[in-house]
């Protein structure tokens, strides 16, 4: 089994861009697709970023999702923040044993 | 739409027995894994169990299993979380969710807060 990292809290001002990054422990990052999910408080989640980067319809497109082989982890970066995007977000990816293995989350503050 | 609406909240004794439901509708039930997720307060996501509507193949996390059970009843359209006797640490917001395809999930339901206390 693996485990996927993330950082407990970022923070960034409005209009500016973030980035969210989700390490896989073992086995590959590519190996399996990567979705995030928006917890906003007191809220479901809701899937943001499907299949490393796909955006389900009605995500704006200042979501976009990516993976780096070379530092085994995936990537969140919203850009133009808002203080709506302000939430937890979480990555979650997969294998043959887990169908479901999810980060720990981090919470984004929009300042 | 696409929607899964999950039953109210519970406020249960220590040893008591729970069945939550999470009713899917906007598309055909049979088609799509279900599986539930905890989260404790203020904690993250945990998954705890995934069904199959069509053949009631179930699939738990080391964690969960024999610690509940999940079941569905397609006729209606139902997915089912239950416990048999129930511990203060189940105390949690419960969520089912659809997976559009095996690890990755497309819907939520809206959650359950299950409050267990003597």
């Known amino acids: 089994n693996f485990m996927l990292t993330q950082p407990h809290s970022v923070s960034e001002s409005p209009g500016k861009t973030i980035t969210i990054s989700c390490t896989r422990s073992?086995?590959?990052?590519?190996?399996?697709?990567v979705q995030w999910y928006q917890q906003r408080p007191g809220s479901s989640p809701t899937t943001v970023i499907y299949?490393?980067?796909?955006?389900p319809s009605g995500v704006p497109d200042r979501f976009s999702g990516s993976i780096d082989s070379s530092s085994n982890s995936a990537s969140l970066t919203i850009s133009g923040l808002k203080t709506e995007d302000e939430a937890d977000y979480y990555c979650q990816s997969y294998d043959s044993s887990s169908p479901w293995v999810f980060g720990g989350g981090t919470k984004l503050t929009v300042l | 739409e696409v929607q899964l609406v999950q039953s109210g909240a519970e406020v249960k004794k220590p040893g008591e027995s729970l069945k939550i439901s999470c009713k899917g509708s906007g598309y055909s039930f049979a088609r799509y894994w279900i599986g539930w997720v905890r989260q404790m307060p203020g904690k993250g996501l945990e998954w705890m169990g995934i069904?199959?509507?069509?053949?009631?193949?179930?699939r738990y996390s080391p964690s969960f299993q024999g610690q509940v059970t999940i079941s569905t009843d397609k006729s209606i359209n139902t997915a089912y979380l239950q416990w048999s006797s129930l511990k203060a640490s189940d105390t949690a917001i419960y969520y089912c969710a659809r997976l559009f395809r095996m690890g990755i999930i497309d819907y939520w339901g809206q959650g359950i807060l299950v409050t267990v206390s003597s």
């Open positions: 069904i199959n509507p069509i053949d009631s193949d179930t």
């Open positions: 299949e490393d980067h796909q955006r």
């Open positions: 073992s086995g590959s990052i590519a190996s399996n697709y």
